[in-house]
T-cell receptor
Framework: QVQLQESGPGLVKPSETLSLTCTVS????????WSWIRQPPGKGLEWIGY???????NYNPSLKSRVTISGDTSMNQFSLRLSSLTAADTAVYYC????????????WGQGSLITVSS | DIQMTQSPSSLSASVGDRVTITCRAS??????LSWYQQKTGKAPKFLIY???NLQSGVPSRFSGSGSGTDFTLTISSLQPEDFATYYC?????????FGQGTRVEIK
């Protein structure tokens, strides 16, 4: 059973850079796009981007200038960096595995609430 | 970018009711449409892919249909555990996008 776990700081100051890590366990992960999705409090889901086994990435144009996703296949981990934070970046951040055969986010982490505040 | 629009934004229903949620894409996405269920404080749960294919373990009271731009999620007989928010998502092209959600509440 594939499991994902996010780890992050919880509280970040405006203008700073957010760093989140997702650890994947329990299954073969090289068939997925390793993805990040966020959800502001009380709002809907926004896809941030993904990294594919081998290192290729794809980002949401709305965030592209501020986002970097990287991966460490040896550790079964991937990371999100989001720079120049504002209060609008306050959200629950999910890591998820996108299965390209069914074109869906098959497995999700429990989510990490990130609050941007001074 | 493809915009996904769900209707209604919320609905109230009773246990046993038949519930239908609609999702519309801003351009044709063939059948590349998925549905998710999210309960309060939890991560979304994957329900349906390819517009109409039930993920393993999902109860058969859930069904999906549609192609092109118009899609529906139907719950044939609403159960207490089905009260949640439902999202559609297109996998046709990046950036992947979700509908704004439909909250199913207890009447």
């Amino acid at each position: 059973q594939v499991q994902l776990q996010e780890s992050g700081p919880g509280l970040v100051k405006p203008s700073e850079t957010l760093s989140l890590t997702c650890t994947v366990s329990g299954g073969s992960t090289n068939i997925y796009y390793w993805s990040w999705i966020r959800q502001p409090p009380g709002k809907g889901l926004e896809w941030i981007g993904y990294i594919y086994y081998g290192g290729s990435t794809n980002y949401n144009p709305s965030l592209k200038s501020r986002v970097t996703i990287s991966g460490d296949t040896s550790m079964n981990q991937f990371s999100l960096r989001l720079s120049s934070l504002t209060a609008a970046d306050t959200a629950v951040y999910y890591c998820a595995l996108y299965d390209i055969t069914v074109e869906s986010f098959l497995h999700w982490g429990q989510g990490s609430l990130i609050t941007v505040s001074s | 970018d493809i915009q996904m629009t769900q209707s209604p934004s919320s609905l109230s229903a009773s246990v046993g009711d038949r519930v239908t949620i609609t999702c519309r894409a801003s351009q044709s996405i063939s059948n590349r449409l998925s549905w998710y269920q999210q309960k309060t404080g939890k991560a979304p749960k994957f329900l349906i892919y390819g517009a109409s294919n039930l993920q393993s373990g999902v109860p058969s009271r859930f069904s999906g249909s549609g192609s092109g731009t118009d899609f529906t999620l139907t719950i044939s007989s609403l159960q207490p555990e089905d009260f949640a928010t439902y999202y559609c998502q297109q996998g046709y092209s990046v950036p992947y996008s979700f509908g704004q959600g439909t909250r199913v509440e207890i009447k």
